[in-house]
């Protein structure tokens, strides 16, 4: 009996995996609990463990390459046969599974192969690839339906233009590396040798930011709501708690205490506890708020979103101390799943690097993210003086479908409250 | 300087004897030969004037014999001079085969290096106009088979002088083809010395649906082609090959793998000619960027009618490329 095995889907969002590296060869024989290999998610590098005792048949998607969730990337022999191994042919013939959820995915493999052996052009198969088209999907234009590179680079500009109203923030994707890619683009005409463009290929994480914050911008009617906070208390009772905590180690950010007061405010307004769930919305139990992370250029850049999980019922010291060991994994050795799931509501922190204001995309399935600018030092009015004061502007990025203006007013009140009269945190 | 870009306007014919009159002022060694060339000109004009200034030492009429002063040519190199031997037309070179295939390419493999042959081969080549079959010899394809030689076509009275000049200075034999019907052409061409390197192509339009490519006279359908094929949203990229051997196949390479599609204009027969084997070039270093099967054009496989009407419709012309490049853009 032949098993296929079939590429994992390792987490929610996960669409395609790279096989990083094999841990057998064909030939070798496995008994269940063994690796096979690495296998590299759009969030992390995860070992692929075997279910099943047997012989590795073929191994057939490569160290490096990519393959949808679901392709067959290796087979093995079920029960060797006390005789030794079965004979060839038979492990050829007995390739139909019997269980059927890999009957599915088998009967993909074969529909697959049947367009390999359709009539493409050269250019037109690499164009397909390049821009994952799926040949099966394409009419072919030319002699005896040859699929050719015209039938390729209009399914392109369909998608094109179908992505035209996309955020610009897109635009610098590589062509043809992501399906939501803007336009082609091609490289300059340099003027001086030392200007040549250079062609970096995606990133598995470069190329999740682009298909979900496109798919997010473009989904999402995203509308922007902007308060401004007076900082002098939040940031006196700071000074006063690491002052007295110093000893025990504890250093709390202003961002400790943006998290403890949006998930407070989130458990009194549920609706930024939520999600769009096409025909309902659901409203979540738990209260997990993401923190953005910018990763280190040396790591491949990008970002991704710790999560601080029931983050209205823990204090500022456990969030302080859970924030700063999931930067640290997440700028070091990466963060596993679990650490960057299931987030209900995402702060997205600039002020370190001195901004005053910005907007975010949301992050979906949330409904909302806060994008938080500096603590500035600037003249304002209090109790009708002028005076100096610490304010700090944040800007609240919302789903429409879930939460309407006055909501989300009522939020920022809220948590202008919070921030405003922080000793409340401290209960 | 790589086009024309002068002031100065003259014939395709002066190009060439201004390169062979600088070169001959500057090498003692460089002497002119074949029929008429000295004392009536030229049969074609294109020596006019330089029995004159070279005297008959250097400017030497020949007997219609071309086995023969192709033979004396080959030994003068071999020991030493440069000569230029003038075919009236290239389908006469045909009864000298021997001396120029078998002695001129030969020479420096089978003396192991002891003999070179520095020679240029020059002359007419191709339809010149109702000649009929025996005097309308395209010898691209049949000569550039032959390990050991160069092969120049120029496509413009500057290409003419710069790649003349090369050919004259190389120490290989060149075989050196010019058109009877571009020799009245003008264009512009500086009058200072310059030289245009062998194997270097180049490209004449920029396009990017279809890459064109071809030398020497068929160039000029090709444009005519383009022109006609902007009309239709077709944009066509044209590439002068300007030397056959050597071939500058990372040029067409490099143009086809901007295009997807190529269409090789190739005035000789189509069988085992150089259309056939650039084809096959490409099909071999870039294949996985074609979108189609490189389309050839060839003068058609029959010995060229004498007819007008027919000839036309024998030789590569615009309308053919036209049809060539449509069906390899699947436009057809």
Redesign the interface.
Known sequence: MTIEITMPRLSDTMEVGTILHWHVDVGDEVSSGDILADIETDKATMELQTFDDGKVVSLVVNEGEQVNVGTTIATLTGDIPAGGEAPLEELVQTSVPENSEVKSSASVTASKTEHLGSRVSPVARRLAEEHRIDLGTVTGSGPSGRIIKRDILQLVDTKTETTAAATTTQSSVVAGQVSTAAQPIKPLAPTAPWQEDKVVPLSNMRQIIATRLVESKQTIPHYQVTMSFDMDPLLEMRATLNEQLASSGVKLSVNDFLVRCCALAMSSNPEFNASFGGDCILYHGPVNVGIAVAVPEERGGGLVVATIRNADTKSLRSISQESQYLSNKARTSGLSPDEMGDTTFTISNLGMFGVEHFTAIINPPNSAILAVGAAIEKPVIRNGELAVGNEMSATLSLDHRVIDGAMAAMYLKTLKELMENPASLLV | MSVATASRVIEFREALREAMSEEMRNDKRVFLLGEEVAQYDGAYKVSKGMLEEFGPRRIIDTPISESGFSGMAIGAAMRGLRPIVEFMSWSFSLVAADPILNNAAKMLYMSGGQFGCPIVFRGNDGAGGQLASTHSWCVESLYANVPGLKMAIPYDPYDAKGLLKTAIQDDNPVFFLESERLLSTTGHVPEEEYTIPFGKALIRREGRDCTIISFGRPLHFCEEAAAELAKEGIDCEIIDGRTIRPLDIDTMVQSVQKT?ACVVVDQSWSFASVGSEIASQIHSIC??????FVHRVHSDDVPTPYAQNLEQAYLPNARKICEAVRAAT?NA
């Open positions: 997807n294949f996985d960027e074609l979108d189609n699947y």
